[in-house]
């Protein structure tokens, strides 16, 4: 364990279903992230949350919706996603700014499948 | 915009052999960071160097940074196969954010062969 959760850990889902993908972590971190990691693609940032608020929306189509309901949960809300989402999500958390560790702490990844 | 590049993406390697993975980057950042992922697995974290001429070791793995450059290497002694990984370098955006945003080179996929 990272010290940030992500859940579930696989997801298998239709092009109509709806569901969702939680990040929980109690490291005290105040920012969270969203990424994408698709097969030979680089890491794509997805959503940043700081201090609850979202911060950086990168283009992601409306399909993808986040929730950022307190500092230690952040939600990935999924709805009529198409094959090319199919993807590793991961979840991340920093300390912010000043922080002179390790830059962000990641979970474990869901891997999605969208059929 | 920062963009950062790493060289080579696919490197395949022989156990006992040394190599070194490059990673380049285009505007200034004050921190770099590297990262080591297994298959299907998570980013786990492994140096993070702060200023020019920073050098940090883990065992096989030796990272250094040259800010004057806007370059750092990530060297591999005497190869192991459990060192076969994918490995990102990243950066923090020095745009005066509070949260501290990183951005990622696109990672190099380490295979170490008998």
């Known amino acids: 364990e990272t010290g940030v959760t992500q859940t579930p850990r696989h997801l298998v889902m239709g092009m109509t279903n709806k569901k969702s993908l939680k990040c929980e972590q109690h490291l005290g971190h105040n920012a969270m992230y969203w990424y994408k990691q698709s097969a030979k693609k680089p890491l794509e940032l997805m959503f940043v949350y700081s201090l609850e608020e979202r911060v950086e929306n990168n283009s992601v189509p409306s399909r993808f919706s986040p929730e950022c309901p307190n500092s230690s949960h952040l939600f990935l809300h999924l709805h009529t996603l198409q094959p090319e989402d199919s993807a590793l999500y991961l979840c991340a958390s920093s300390r912010g700014q000043g922080a002179s560790g390790y830059g962000y702490t990641f979970g474990s990844g869901t891997r999605l499948t969208v059929v | 915009e920062l963009k950062v590049e790493q060289n080579p993406l696919f490197l395949s390697m022989q156990e006992g052999k040394n190599y070194t993975i490059y990673c380049n980057y285009s505007?200034?950042?004050?921190?770099l960071y590297w990262y080591r992922q297994d298959p299907g697995k998570s980013l786990e974290s492994l140096f993070v160097?702060?200023?020019?001429?920073a050098v940090k070791q883990e065992g096989r793995l030796m990272a250094s940074l040259d800010t004057k450059a806007r370059l750092s290497t990530l060297h591999i002694t005497a190869a192991v196969h459990d060192l076969s990984a994918t490995y990102f370098c990243?950066?923090?955006?020095?745009?005066?954010?509070?949260?501290?945003?990183?951005?990622f080179g696109q990672g190099t996929i380490l295979t170490v062969h008998p």
């Open positions: 160097l702060l200023s020019n001429g």
């Open positions: 505007t200034t950042s004050d921190r």
């Open positions: 990243a950066l923090r955006n020095a745009g005066g954010t509070s949260y501290g945003k990183l951005t």
